[in-house]
């Protein structure tokens, strides 16, 4: 697929999925606390990243002014010296996305809760575990959504997990019903 079509179409599919994702969010609002400054999801992890995802970030990267790319580029280094599984993404400043438009689709998906598509438990995001998103509704030693929590809580909406599993969203059903290739999988830090 020419590379021109596959980021258009991938462009496409993040349109798609931001519309998709914002209404799980609106209607988990009773237990989501993502606000603007707070990106714990964003301090320490491996944010897996296609390489498409890796390529329309660049798109983002190269629209920064040359001194940021260069702190980011600085950060990179410093991360990949101390080789480090899990870091502070490198284009975090003052906990906001450097490249928001442009992040990728771990990025966009994190702090709703998902299926687990190999089965068992739904995957909670840890930030429940230190306050934030669904910790009004999950008891922290069952890991699991609390009845008692939920009726004391009195809310209409139930807390749910969403098909939002990072494979699921870059699964080959997705590869064919959006026309992309997403290429290679690796840790965000790999691809530099
Ligand atoms: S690309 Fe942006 S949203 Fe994604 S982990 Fe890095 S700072 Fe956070």
């Known amino acids: 697929m020419p590379e021109n079509t596959n980021i258009s179409n991938y462009m496409f599919y993040m349109a798609y999925l931001n519309r998709k994702l914002g209404g799980f969010f609106e209607k988990q609002a009773p237990y989501i606390k993502c606000k603007k400054g707070c990106a714990k999801c964003c301090q320490n992890g491996e944010y897996p990243f296609s390489k498409i995802e890796f390529d329309y970030l660049m798109v983002g990267f190269l629209q ?68 934030l998103n669904y910790s009004n509704v999950i008891d922290p030693k069952t890991k699991i959504v609390s009845q008692e929590k939920f009726d004391k809580l009195g809310v209409k909406e139930e807390p749910l997990a969403y098909n939002v599993s990072y494979s699921f969203l870059t699964s080959d059903e997705i590869e064919k019903n959006f026309e992309i290739e997403f290429g290679e999988k690796k840790p965000l830090i790999s691809w530099f």
Request: hydrophobic letters at 40%; one cysteine or more; aromatic letters at 12%.
């Open 64 to 131: 920064l002014p040359v001194e940021m790319q260069e702190k980011i580029m600085a950060k990179v280094k410093k991360i990949k010296e101390a080789k480090s599984e899990t870091y502070e993404c490198p284009f975090l400043f003052n906990n906001a996305c450097s490249v928001y438009e442009f992040r990728g689709i771990i990025c966009r998906s994190f702090g709703l809760m998902s299926i687990n598509n190999e089965g068992g438990l739904s995957k909670i995001p840890f930030c429940a575990f230190e306050g």
